[in-house]
């Protein structure tokens, strides 16, 4: 991961590389078939269309810990099958990320060299504080956390061999 901060300009940059080809790659990321088995297991839902909502919904364990519903909400801005997205995305927890404006996401898929796909997540966290390090923090793995390094690993685990980091 790579961030940058300059005045109150933060962007976090994520690169993996993913022996699958690029639309499976991006299948793993819009089809809630395939997001609910990974990272936190709550899928994810698109409408794949500039203006299209997307939005995070909690399963029931998550909920009865407390979780909201909707876990995470955002508007589709660009999309480009199976090479590029780009989303505004506002997290619902904990509360204090809430309270701050909803952030960019790019996400860039490009078929690489030797069967790999390269995958780069942007995440633009301009005077987001609480959202960013809910994002970057991956020591709160212990307490039900993880950022976008850990959710990045578990994507490509799941592809790569069939079972996601957790099982």
Known sequence: MTTTETGTRTVQVHRVYIKATPQAVWDAIT???????YAFKAASEYE????GAYRVVSSPEMQAQGAPATLIDGEVLEVDPPLRLVQTWH???PPDTAAEAPGRLTWEIAEDDGGLTRLTVSHELDDRPHTLAAVANDETLQRGGGGWDWILSDLKSLLETGSSIGG
């Open 31 to 37: 089809d809630p078939e395939w997001n609910s088995r």
């Open 91 to 93: 997290a619902y927890f």
């Open 48 to 51: 794949l269309h500039p203006g």
